[in-house]
């Protein structure tokens, strides 16, 4: 008997809001309406490495009251429960049980923004919601969202029996050119950067970080001191 088989693999939920044009718009003219009034709608502590060619938005853009981000909110969300779903073998009843808290913001980037390789910190899920990417070639590295391999550290030492092995098992970094529409949902814990973007207008996201408490669930009750 001979057999190759999967160890380990990472999910990856990819979906696509299709009459995405109209609501793209509105989102877009919002975001630079917000971008222009600075620091009011500005994140106020970044951390990861970025360049003044990016803006990052504070995070609570789900909260806000436009009908735009209600609409893309529930989009993002009925992804997600679906994804977890599926992913978990839950039945609607299950999933009613698990209650969100989230952040959620926008990114605008123009030619020269990048931002830096990070994962997301205390939560489960992560997404990115590409409003309008243009302005580039589109068989170009610009602005692609790339998440760094996991297993990144087995090329410590790589010879030809290794170097070309065929998805999954490659270890090179999976590089997404994000489409208008397109919505790409990953465990947070992912390494991931989105290289320079060389476009003469702008590339537009929205990302958001999703965890979940069980319904009835109580902290411990554990004495401090």
């Known amino acids: 008997m001979f057999e190759i088989t999967p160890a380990f693999s990472v999910p990856m939920i990819h979906a696509k809001l299709d009459d995405h044009v109209e609501l793209n718009r509105q989102l877009r003219d919002l975001f630079l309406a917000r971008e222009a009034e600075g620091d009011k709608y500005r994140n106020p502590e970044p951390i990861v490495s970025r360049n003044k060619q990016l803006f990052e938005s504070n995070f609570r853009l789900f909260d806000w009251p436009q009908p735009a981000c209600a609409r893309l909110r529930d989009f993002c969300w009925a992804s997600l429960y679906r994804a977890i779903g599926e992913l978990n073998g839950y ?78 098992y490659a270890m090179s970094p999976r590089s997404l050119r994000l489409e208008p529409g397109q919505l790409v949902i990953f465990p947070s814990w992912m390494l991931h950067e989105v290289l320079p973007f060389e476009g003469e207008g702008e590339r537009i996201t929205v990302a958001f970080n999703a965890r979940f408490m069980l319904d009835g669930a109580q902290p411990l009750d554990v004495p401090l001191g």
């Open 91 to 168: 039945d609607r009843a299950m999933l009613m049980k698990l209650h969100i808290q989230h952040q959620s913001w926008f990114h605008i980037t123009r030619r020269g923004g990048f931002f830096g390789a990070h994962n997301h910190a205390m939560h489960s899920w992560s997404g990115v919601y590409c409003v309008k990417h243009d302005g580039d070639d589109p068989a170009s590295d610009s602005g692609r969202l790339t998440f760094i391999n996991p297993q990144a550290t087995a090329t410590m030492y790589l010879d030809m029996a290794l170097a070309n092995m065929k998805p999954p």
